[in-house]
């Protein structure tokens, strides 16, 4: 099992850019999440996903979008890239709604300059 | 909203030395409570969890007590490595309305254990 995986591991982006940060996890778990963190602070929802098809927003998600066509993956999508989007993203995954356990992938270091 | 404190750090230990690291929420209801731990350049990893008053989460020779009556969850370890050098998040978990759980953090200690 490689649990959540994470592509790319860093990047520099310019300001107005686009990318897609890509999550896939094998451990064929419903919801998937993606969460940012800044330097000192905590990580922040967001975007989450309970199932293929289904998306919704999480505390931050303004500047990104998201999509969920299988169980496996869940990207997300930057159109517009702003400094304030600098950042580390982390993609995870949990079972069900009552397993609270998140599996967490190994991160995506994002620049925007 | 739901919030975590944490002590803040960095927090510089001998090993073998007694290791505490404070941590208080506010939540309506009663969340489950949660350390994980991330290694440098790696993702979280669950440390332990505990989700009701009064459960003890244990692994690895870290525990924490989850205790209402404070709002409280502080991790403890009897003896600390140097491979315990990492950045320890507290957690509460909280149902999403569309199903799933949130996860809000505290904004983490860095713990360094030094020989």
């Known amino acids: 099992n490689a649990g959540v995986t994470q592509t790319p591991k860093f990047r520099i982006l310019k300001i107005g850019q686009s990318m897609t940060l890509q999550c896939t996890q094998d451990?064929?778990?419903?919801?998937m999440y993606w969460y940012r963190q800044d330097p000192g602070m905590g990580l922040k929802l967001i975007y989450y996903?309970?199932?293929?098809?289904?998306?919704d927003k999480g505390e931050v998600p303004n500047g990104y979008n998201v999509s969920r066509s299988t169980t496996e993956d869940f990207p997300l999508r930057l159109e517009l890239a702003a400094p304030s989007q600098t950042s580390v993203y982390f993609c995870?995954?949990?079972?069900?709604?009552?397993?609270?356990?998140?599996?967490f992938g190994p991160g995506t270091r994002l620049t925007v300059t | 909203g739901d919030s975590v404190t944490q002590m803040e750090g960095p927090v510089t230990l001998s090993e073998e030395a007694f290791l505490t690291i404070n941590c208080t929420y506010t939540?309506?209801?009663?969340?489950?409570l949660f350390w994980y731990v991330q290694y440098p350049g790696e993702g979280l990893q669950l440390l332990l969890k505990?989700?009701?008053?009064?459960d003890k989460g244990s692994n690895k020779g870290f525990e924490a007590t989850y205790r209402k009556e404070t709002t409280s969850f502080h991790l403890e370890k009897g003896s600390v490595q140097v491979s315990d050098s990492a950045v320890y998040f507290c957690?509460?978990?909280?149902?999403?309305?569309?199903?799933?759980?949130?996860?809000?953090f505290g904004t983490g200690t860095q713990l360094k254990v030094e020989l």
């Open positions: 995870a995954s949990s079972r069900d709604s009552t397993n609270y356990e998140q599996y």
């Open positions: 451990m064929n778990h419903n919801y």
């Open positions: 996903s309970v199932g293929a098809g289904i998306t």
């Open positions: 939540a309506t209801g009663y969340p489950s």
């Open positions: 505990a989700t009701k008053a009064d």
């Open positions: 957690a509460l978990s909280d149902q999403l309305t569309g199903g799933g759980n949130k996860l809000t």
